[in-house]
T-cell receptor
Framework: DAMVIQNPRYQVTQFGKPVTLSCSQTLNHNVMYWYQQKSSQAPKLLFHYYDKDFNNEADTPDNFQSRRPNTSFCFLDIRSPGLGDAAMYLC?????????????FGPGTRLTVL | AQKITQTQPGMFVQEKEAVTLDCTYDTSDPSYGLFWYKQPSSGEMIFLIYQGSYDQQNATEGRYSLNFQKARKSANLVISASQLGDSAMYFCAPRDDSTLGRLYFGRGTQLTVWP
């Protein structure tokens, strides 16, 4: 049974057209993360939520926003996608933020910007 | 940020043989976890195995085991009896309390299993 679900799996958008990616979880975990992974690179953390507390990474562009309306769902909004935002977007969850807790990932959303 | 070194960009192994993927890391926090993930071409990041910094024994999970050398800050992944489905990118990622549990990924090792 899927524990971290991402929709859609593939998303195509046009340059500058806002897009929203969705993540949901059935694990009842407190923490939800969004990573960006460009081709042939390691994943890069964009931000995370600890409960309702939003934590942005210092180098995450303002173009990226996130919402977490409840424990189960988290959204990634890209306000004006550029060609450089084409990437795999991975959502992950963990029970706490301690170093010994496992992060579980969803299947990812592959974003194409035309 | 943590420094993670995976020195093997690509590895090749014949089916049914064992293979070792290297990982060294740098953390000053005495309490941390070391995680290995597998990423096939589909893109999903699959959790494989975990080693806690205070664990006395090396972690094992089916065909996966870790050669954990704490003093050297090294945690090499050993895959025994390789299968064609093991062909994927493998990432080493430490995680500690001082960084609010962020995962820092190495550059990865692309493993190819051939028949």
């Amino acid at each position: 049974d899927a524990m971290v679900i991402q929709n859609p799996r593939y998303q195509v958008t046009q340059f500058g057209k806002p897009v929203t990616l969705s993540c949901s979880q059935t694990l009842n975990h407190n923490v939800m993360y969004w990573y960006q992974q460009k081709s042939s690179q390691a994943p890069k953390l964009l931000f995370h939520y600890y409960d309702k507390d939003f934590n942005n990474e210092a180098d995450t562009p303002d173009n990226f926003q996130s919402r977490r309306p409840n424990t189960s769902f988290c959204f990634l909004d890209i306000r004006s996608p550029g060609l450089g935002d084409a990437a795999m977007y991975l959502c992950a969850t963990s029970r706490t933020r301690t170093g010994t807790d496992t992060q579980y990932f969803g299947p990812g959303t592959r974003l194409t910007v035309l | 940020a943590q420094k993670i070194t995976q020195t093997q960009p690509g590895m090749f192994v014949q089916e049914k043989e064992a293979v070792t993927l290297d990982c060294t890391y740098d953390t000053s926090d005495p309490s941390y976890g070391l995680f290995w993930y597998k990423q096939p071409s589909s893109g999903e990041m699959i959790f494989l195995i975990y080693q806690g910094s205070y664990d006395q024994q090396n972690a094992t999970e089916g065909r996966y085991s870790l050669n954990f050398q704490k003093a050297r800050k090294s945690a090499n992944l050993v895959i025994s009896a390789s299968q064609l489905g093991d062909s994927a990118m493998y990432f080493c990622a430490p995680r500690d309390d001082s960084t609010l549990g962020r995962l820092y990924f190495g550059r990865g090792t692309q493993l190819t299993v051939w028949p």
